[in-house]
């Protein structure tokens, strides 16, 4: 597994060259970005589970047959393994958010995850969808861009109330890794 | 590679838990202290012939014998091989600042050492020697600032005491 600055260590041990000014000013941006990233990592963390249960229920409510007689939300039993694997794809995507590498992801969740999904019959566009819902809300919760949606009366929704700044980096590169999961998916 | 980030991610895992706020607190531990090492990385990188060379030539000035006919250094392509040993520890110490833990050094350059060293008969003295000179000679303001250089030298110490 790496990091950002370990994967810098691991590309300039290929060309036997030490790290010097180029490599360096990236890191430096990691450094000074580093209070953004810890933010962003918390605001996933602290509503993981409001994020997971929305992007299944969002994935349900669009495709109703999952949780009919026969569909792969029916019964509880394989309803609960739904919500239990959309909370670990979250889970990895915040440590490669916290690490600001992929390589924890790629590693660990993703290598092999499309054959199992496809040998255990879970239907993969179904799964790449929750993730893009995912990507969706996670997004608005780093930026703080969340709102209650078409629901005005709708208060079960809540701001990290840190302060605003400019986090397109980040939120770019938490979507980034959103993508490479339904990329793997698909 | 072993570094703050992916022990606090390794031991999450482990647990199957998001980063808690112990993790975060880690991590920005770590990124506090980012700023000195990077730049004992940097300044490192800048001048890593020259200190290699003086490393290097310290090395071969208190021991010479390793020039004599059956020893280290008899030749010119070994004495060469011997400077670019030391420009191997140099880097990976670089490797060691950025990433702020000991990953590139155990991994790449002690994990073994002492094993090779004794096949090719080589003296890992003179590899302390040569380390030491480096630690010695490195100071503040001239080469970094205090704290780039307390980075630095932590990294040669260890690298030092792995060898002797």
Known sequence: ?186 | MKSVATTVVTAADAAGRFPSQNDLEAVQGNIQRAAARLEAAEKLAEGLDKVTKEAGDACFSKYPYLKQAGEAGENQTKVDKCYRDIAHYLRLINYCLVVGGTGPLDEWGIAGAREVYRTLRLPTAAYVEALTFTRDRACSPRDMSPQALNEFKSYLDYAINALS
Do not use: W
């Open chain 1, 1 to 186: 597994m790496l990091d950002a600055f370990s994967r810098a260590v691991v590309s300039a041990d290929a060309k036997t060259a030490p790290i010097g000014g180029g490599e360096l000013a990236a890191l430096r941006n990691y450094v000074a970005e580093g209070n953004k990233r810890l933010d962003a990592v918390n605001a996933i963390t602290s509503n993981a589970s409001c994020i997971v249960s929305d992007a299944v229920t969002g994935m349900i409510c669009e495709n109703t047959g999952l949780i009919q007689a026969g569909g792969n939300c029916y019964p509880n039993r394989r309803m609960a393994a739904c919500l239990r694997d959309g909370e670990i794809v979250l889970r990895y995507i915040s440590y490669a958010l916290l690490a600001g590498d992929a390589s924890v992801l790629d590693d660990r969740c993703l290598n092999g995850l499309k054959e199992t999904y496809i040998a255990l019959g879970v239907p993969l566009q179904s799964a790449g969808r929750a993730v893009a819902i995912m990507k969706a809300s996670s997004t608005a919760h780093i930026n703080e861009t969340n709102t209650s949606g078409t629901n005005p009366v709708e208060t079960r929704f809540r701001k990290m109330e840190t302060v605003k700044g400019d986090c397109s980096a980040l939120v770019a590169e938490a979507a980034s890794y959103f993508d490479r999961v339904i990329g793997a998916l698909g």
